[in-house]
């Protein structure tokens, strides 16, 4: 069964650091990027950061650029987030994905999808003094 | 970075058809992906690309783009299918990042 597994989360005060993990389990995990998504409460879901197969690129939404710092480790199938200077802004359960992708030629040219599954079961974040 | 349009919610009544839009300028370049959330759970995938349903996922889910809009619609809206609804697609052609939409509570009736 393919699952990812978050843990790490926990109540942090404004300004502190935090790092939160996923364990990835049934497929080979080197073989996919990683993403990071999160959800405020109440909100919308929120790209957060993902990460290339063999670590080499990583892509940041802007609002956690030189704070948030993803990582992996193929070797141990695991999936981090470390996260610094955290602001109340950066409260929300945090969930891992895979990202899939399927490319294909069409009557109109090539294309390639790209979504995520699985997600894991979230870890909450709590920013508070 | 881009943005994503979702009206914010809609209700459909049981057995009839809805259809949640999607709009954004990144759907020009990319097909959406659509994803299922129920209170207290992580999201599913419930359509992707041009015309991909996962397996377990019922077929009157189906999707559709044009433009800058894409489209998930329910055929025989049934009461499992209340849920909040979200697109996605990557934000653009230059490095691998992502938006999601801001998502739509679907109630059914």
């Known amino acids: 069964e393919v699952q990812l597994v978050e843990s790490g989360g926990d109540l942090v005060q404004p300004g502190g650091s935090l790092r939160v993990s996923c364990a990835a389990s049934?497929?080979?995990?080197?073989?996919?990027?990683m993403s990071w998504v999160r959800q405020a409460p109440g909100k919308g879901l929120e790209w957060v950061a993902n990460i290339k197969e063999d670590g080499s690129e990583k892509h940041y939404v802007d609002s956690v650029k030189g704070r948030f710092t993803i990582s992996r480790d193929n070797a141990k199938n695991s999936l981090n987030l470390q996260m610094n200077s955290l602001r109340a802004e950066d409260t929300a359960v945090y969930y891992c994905?895979?990202?899939?992708?399927?490319?294909?030629?069409?009557?109109?040219?090539?294309?390639?999808?790209?979504?995520?599954?699985?997600w894991g079961q979230g870890t909450q974040v709590t920013v508070s003094s | 970075s881009s943005q994503l349009t979702q009206d914010p919610a809609v209700s459909v009544a049981l057995g009839q058809t809805v259809r949640i839009t999607c709009q954004g300028d990144?759907?020009?370049?990319?097909?959406a992906s659509w994803y299922q959330q129920k209170p207290g759970q992580a999201p599913i995938v419930v359509f992707y690309?041009?015309?991909n349903r996962p397996s377990g996922i019922p077929d009157r889910f189906s999707g559709s783009s044009s433009g800058n809009t894409a489209s998930l619609t329910i055929t025989g809206a049934q009461a499992e299918d209340e849920a909040d609804y979200y697109c996605s697609s990557r934000d653009s052609s230059s490095d691998r990042r992502y938006v999601f939409g801001t998502g739509t509570k679907v109630t059914v009736l």
């Open positions: 994905a895979r990202e899939p992708t399927m490319s294909y030629y069409h009557s109109s040219g090539h294309y390639i999808d790209y979504w995520f599954d699985p």
């Open positions: 990144s759907l020009r370049s990319y097909y």
């Open positions: 690309g041009k015309d």
């Open positions: 049934g497929f080979t995990f080197s073989r996919y990027w």
